[in-house]
């Protein structure tokens, strides 16, 4: 994998891209994997909300079902196609994509039948090269029938002229460059792979005699399995009625996880590489406050994902915490909507503030991020009007100044309001009495480290600092303009 150390594209115009962040779950040898993988998406539902879907395998059939919304709607106690579902072994998926293929034909898991069976397969991440992969595949006649890059590894698989199945993926992976986790289930063996460079997580788990693969330990609490270990980067398992068989898909480099899933995108509940999302959150606004503290009479986060932070930063300043602003659980997360306009209401629809609480003081309001601004007016505007005296915005990790093309959905240059303007400029723009983000080191110092290796920095921190571990192919942005972000 080659390094770019500056942003390979400057010419915004290039900067869009098909962009999924997911949830992946299997399980293998268990009466209720159908269930159990139900559970498990359900737990994983921050991760994807747009659609999900199961494949289950009853050691004669396989059966599938995906469609688009919550997993509770899909997958529920009352749906007849549960026990339609009913099998010992299955893998799930929750899609969170932004483009608008919301179309059922790439909802996943996919499935397949190749020359040595039925193959299923779910994918957590972004292809970098998947534009370039799937037109040679066209032009020597694979017919695609979704537009997900995912598709790409199905066709790697099928062309394969290796004899065994996970012979084969390797082979298709090999072709392949970018952030992934994959489950995959063949008849008679659930497969998991993760990135040579470890960018998405991929877990580990049991429950009784199962062996259980999932995107986040948050899905593993909610059945009552345990946590073997996390997937290494590089590595496949071959999970059959025998065990675990673990194979090496690439050399052993040092790792690269995305720093993005401690900021925001996992669960706090979740623990990732030995490490509490919670915690680290945590020690994230801790450092914050000591970067950047300032005298006010309350801390208030921005709810959910600013809460860990804020807490931090609170009990590291020595400020009363307080819950400012209530949220209404009922809404998903601002993000995952189609147009500015539906992002902006929906702003209000899930945040309110406690006026009686913030009238005549001073507060401090901690964020995770602020990616486009939306979040940051609003809730800086709604501050004001519920009487808040002055208003401090403190963001619990550096400017996104960077687009992701490793599955975590960040719009394009053009969109991220400090890609384009000065600390100053956003303070004015969101309307703020001051604005602070934490430093790169000081994320790093957050996380444990000394500090940030400049060679090979711990952690793909690219949206931060442009320092893409992946080269992001060309041909993959420009060909992937169907996204409307
Ligand atoms: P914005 O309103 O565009 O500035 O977005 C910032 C808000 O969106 C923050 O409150 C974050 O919690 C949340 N956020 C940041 N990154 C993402 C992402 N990749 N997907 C969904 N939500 C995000």
Do not use: W
């Amino acid at each position: 994998m080659s390094k770019i150390s500056t942003h390979p594209f400057e010419d915004d115009t290039l900067d869009d891209k098909l962009s999924e962040e997911c949830a992946v779950f299997g399980v293998f040898g268990s009466s209720e994997a159908h269930l159990l993988t139900a559970l498990g998406l359900h737990a994983l539902q921050h991760r994807g909300q747009e659609a999900t879907g199961m494949v289950t395998f009853d050691g004669n059939q396989f059966h599938a079902k995906r469609g688009l919304g919550h997993v509770s709607e899909n997958f529920n106690a009352s749906s007849m196609q549960m026990d339609e579902l009913a099998g010992h072994a299955a893998i799930g998926h929750n899609r969170y994509s932004t483009t608008g293929q919301s179309e059922i034909r790439n909802i996943q898991p996919f499935l397949t039948e190749l020359a040595f069976g039925e193959f299923a397969i779910a994918h957590n991440g972004n292809l970098t090269n998947a534009e370039r992969v799937r037109r040679s595949l066209v032009d020597t006649g694979s017919l695609f029938q979704s537009t997900t890059d995912t598709e790409a590894i199905i066709h790697l698989v099928a062309r394969s002229r290796r004899s065994k199945p996970e012979e084969r993926i390797k082979e298709a992976l090999l072709q392949i460059e970018g952030a992934y986790a994959l489950v995959a289930l063949i008849d008679d063996m659930l497969i998991g792979v993760r990135d040579p460079l470890g960018v998405r997580p991929l877990i580990l788990g049991k429950i009784n005699h199962s062996y259980l693969l999932t995107s986040e330990t948050c899905a593993l609490d909610i059945i009552g399995a345990s946590y073997i270990r996390d997937i290494d980067p590089g590595e496949m398992v071959l999970i059959d009625q025998n065990g675990v068989t673990s194979l090496r898909i690439s050399e052993i480099v040092k790792s690269r996880f995305c720093i993005f899933e401690y900021i925001y995108f996992s669960r706090p509940d979740s623990v990732i590489e030995k490490k509490s999302v919670y915690n680290a959150r945590k020690m994230i606004g801790a450092e914050l406050a000591r970067e950047s503290d300032i005298s006010a009479d309350l801390v208030i986060p921005v709810p959910d994902s600013g809460v860990p932070a804020a807490l931090g930063y609170a009990q590291q300043s020595g400020i009363k915490f307080e819950f400012g602003i209530i949220r209404n659980h009922y809404v998903g997360r601002t993000f995952i909507q189609p147009s500015q306009d539906a992002r902006s209401s929906s702003v209000m629809m899930k945040h309110n503030a406690n006026s009686e609480i913030i009238s005549g003081k001073d507060i401090i309001l901690v964020d995770d991020s602020i990616v486009r601004g939306t979040t940051s007016r609003k809730i800086v505007k709604m501050m004001r009007e519920a009487g808040a005296k002055s208003v401090h915005m403190r963001i619990a990790s550096p400017p996104t100044i960077n687009p992701c093309f490793y599955g975590v959905d960040t719009p394009n240059k053009a969109n991220l309001i400090a890609a384009q303007h000065s600390l100053e400029e956003i303070r004015d723009e969101i309307e703020a009495d001051s604005l602070a983000f934490i430093s790169i080191d000081g994320l790093y110092r957050a996380m444990g480290e000394h500090s940030r290796d400049k060679d090979t920095p711990q952690y793909c921190d690219a949206c931060f600092t442009g320092d893409y571990p992946i080269a992001p192919s060309r041909n993959f942005i420009s060909g992937s303009k169907n996204n409307d972000r």
